[in-house]
C-alpha cells in the first residue's frame, strides 16, 4: 500500500519570497502524483499531476512540482508567493491499479503582507 | 460542467438523530468516492462506488455508516444514529476512470465543496 509523508505541517512565508512544499511517497510500483489546494471552507482543487515523462511539471496559479524518483519526492514550487496562495495544500499518490488514493496529512500555508 | 455538487452545506444535529449527505458526482464519472476529514485524521477514504457499485467500504467506521448509489448522478451517505465523534467534514468527489491523461486508467479526483456536519 501506498502512503505520503508531508514534513512540514506549517510554513510562513512573505509574499513574493520563494515557496518549496515537500512531499515524500512510498510506493512499490510508479507512482501517480498529485497537488491539490483546499481553501478555507472550499473542497480540494487540483494544482497539478503527474503520471510519466517530464519529471518536471508545471500546474495552475503557477506552481511547479518535480517528481525525484531517487529521493520518493515530489516537492511542490512556486517562486513568488501570492497572499491569495494563503491555504492547505495536499499530496497525494495514486496506486497503478485500483484506486486508493492516499493523501498526506496536508500543509497549511501562511503568508505574510 | 457544473462540477460535484453537495448537499446540505452545513449541517448541526443532536445526538442520536440520522443524518443524510447527498452528492451528484460530475455528469459522465463512473467512479465516485467518500471521505470524511478531521483535524485528528485527515482525510479519510470512506467507500467508493463504480458504475453506482460499491466496490470497497473498508473505511467506513462502523455499521451506524451506510451509503448509496442508486443511479450514477446520486449518491447518500447515512448516519444513524449520529455521535459527536461523527462531527467532520464529509466530501463527495468522482473521477472518470475510462478516458483523460491517467494513462488509460482515469482522470484526476474531483472534489465537491464538502458539507460540514455538527453532532451536538
Known amino acids: 500500500a501506498q502512503s505520503v509523508t508531508q514534513p512540514d505541517i506549517h510554513i510562513t512565508v512573505s509574499e513574493g519570497a520563494s515557496l518549496e512544499l515537500r512531499c515524500n511517497y512510498s510506493y512499490g510500483a510508479t507512482p501517480y502524483l498529485f497537488w491539490y489546494v483546499q481553501s478555507p471552507g472550499q473542497g480540494l482543487q487540483l494544482l497539478l499531476k503527474?503520471?510519466?515523462?517530464?519529471?518536471l511539471v508545471q500546474g495552475i496559479k503557477g506552481f511547479e512540482a518535480e517528481f525525484k524518483r531517487s529521493q520518493s519526492s515530489f516537492n511542490l514550487r512556486k517562486p513568488s508567493v501570492h497572499w491569495s496562495d494563503a491555504a492547505e495544500y495536499f499530496c497525494a499518490v495514486g496506486a497503478s491499479y485500483g484506486q486508493n488514493f492516499v493523501f498526506g496529512p496536508g500543509t497549511r500555508l501562511s503568508v505574510l503582507p | 460542467d457544473a462540477g460535484v455538487i453537495q448537499s446540505p452545506r452545513h449541517e448541526v444535529t443532536e445526538m442520536g438523530q440520522e443524518v443524510t449527505l447527498r452528492c451528484k458526482p460530475i455528469?459522465?464519472?463512473?467512479?465516485l468516492f467518500w471521505y470524511r476529514q478531521t483535524m485528528m485524521r485527515g482525510l479519510e477514504l470512506l467507500i467508493y462506488f463504480n458504475n453506482n457499485v460499491p466496490i470497497d467500504d473498508s473505511g467506513m467506521p462502523e455499521d451506524r455508516f451506510s451509503a448509496k448509489m442508486p443511479n450514477a448522478s446520486f449518491s447518500t451517505l447515512k448516519i444513524q444514529p449520529s455521535e459527536p465523534r461523527d462531527s467532520a467534514v464529509y466530501f463527495c468527489a468522482s473521477r472518470d476512470g475510462t478516458s483523460g491523461s491517467f494513462v488509460g486508467r482515469g482522470g484526476e479526483l474531483f472534489f465537491g465543496e464538502g458539507s460540514r456536519l455538527t453532532v451536538l
Open positions: 503527474y503520471f510519466s515523462g517530464d519529471t
Open positions: 455528469s459522465g464519472h463512473d467512479y
